[in-house]
């Protein structure tokens, strides 16, 4: 059976990547129908936006997406591609394993954690106001009203909302996550012990799913000491739920924790679409070049294969990939003792690489 993918190459050194990727996916035997889409700062003239409505069809039409790093362009009043398609599609679960392979320059070993980000609320939703403005004034005034402090005047202001629908949704969907790929526990992460309204709210209802979940360990961490004890016992964490804001700031922590963001895919999840993605920039000054580690977008495309119910592929791949990283020779400059090693490869003949173990498996 061929499976329809909405394919957006990207701009900036996007398609370099996406081209390397496509081919190793190819090359693991399953039958893909590539519907390629056009999105980001190289088609703002073409289209007057970086994302296209029609990009936004063809996932929706598709269900699944495999997507190359985008470029926001500056000054256009345009926020995030990224965001928009989160927005677009209700893709209200940013997920980001964060896992250790042998070869790639880390100060730890054996990490294989997943970090279940809430993406449609939090401080993230954008809903601001600006110093002086008259809004902003009001607000001000409305709260010293209520009673519930003061605001100095010229301040600007974010609002943080929790809701119980976004927390009891992806801390299901944590748990989900958890029982079908046979993980052990999962951490809820907060600040409950000051944001008793908002943090306490989503630590509530965690704790109340967790519930429904019996097979599986809970426990909770403050955000704070999550990342000391993510720095000094990583190996004891396993899925990590969080709010929009930390889940953001712990993902890049975590990435770091196991070598940086050429090795850190994702997947931004919803109840009808899936979209799956590196979580790097574009890179747009490495552009032609073909210099840029492609193993994030490639075991992003390995986890856009177990989404489809293709394991046995997904691990074939995961395995390769995981012997050409040991073996250090096809390899891009990052991935080298030094950044200007001359045994360095093109982003495609890491692929090629891939491609080659693929055939001894």
Not at 195 to 212: H, I, P, T
Not at 216 to 242: A, S, T
Request: contains cysteine; glycine residues 8%; charged residues 30%.
């Amino acid at each position: 059976m061929a499976y329809r993918v909405t394919l957006i190459p990207g701009d900036g050194t996007g398609p370099e990547i996406t081209e390397t990727t496509k081919a190793v996916i190819e090359a693991t035997g399953v039958e893909i129908e590539w519907d390629v889409q056009e999105a980001g700062a190289d088609v703002l003239e073409k289209y007057g936006t970086p994302l296209p409505e029609q990009v936004i069809e063809s996932i929706r039409k598709n269900k699944v997406a495999l997507k190359g790093p985008i470029t926001t362009p500056v000054g256009t009043g345009f926020r995030s591609v990224n965001v928009a398609l989160r927005k677009a599609l209700d893709l209200y679960a940013c997920v980001r394993p964060c896992k250790t392979y042998p070869g790639v320059r880390s100060r730890y070993s054996d990490i294989d954690l997943v970090v279940v980000r809430e993406n449609t609320e939090d401080l993230y939703a954008g809903v601001e106001f600006e110093k002086g403005k008259p809004e902003t004034q009001e607000i001000i005034k409305t709260i010293k009203d209520l009673g519930a402090g003061e605001i100095r005047e010229d301040s600007g202001i974010s609002i943080k909302a929790i809701s119980v629908f976004a927390s009891e949704r992806i801390v299901r969907f944590a748990f989900e996550y958890a029982r079908k790929y046979k993980r052990r526990k999962v951490t809820a992460v907060h600040k409950a012990n000051i944001m008793k309204y908002s943090d306490g709210l989503f630590l509530e209802v965690a704790r109340n799913v967790a519930k429904e979940y019996p097979d599986i360990e809970f426990e909770d961490r403050i955000v704070d000491n999550m990342c000391m004890q993510l720095v000094q016992k990583p190996e004891l964490y396993d899925v990590l739920v969080l709010p929009n804001l930390y889940g953001d700031i712990i993902s890049d922590l975590g990435a770091g924790l196991v070598g940086g963001l050429g090795v850190a895919p994702g997947a931004n999840i919803g109840e009808h679409y899936a979209v799956f993605e590196p979580t790097h920039g574009s890179a747009p000054k490495y552009k032609g070049l073909y210099k840029v580690n492609p193993i994030a977008m490639i075991l992003s495309g390995v986890m856009m294969l177990r989404h489809l119910g293709e394991e046995e592929r997904a691990n074939r791949l995961e395995k390769a990939v995981a012997e050409v990283i040991k073996e250090g020779k096809k390899v891009t400059y990052d991935m080298k003792p030094t950044p200007d090693d001359p045994t360095a490869c093109k982003t495609y003949e890491v692929g090629e690489a891939i491609i080659e173990k693929l055939k001894s498996f």
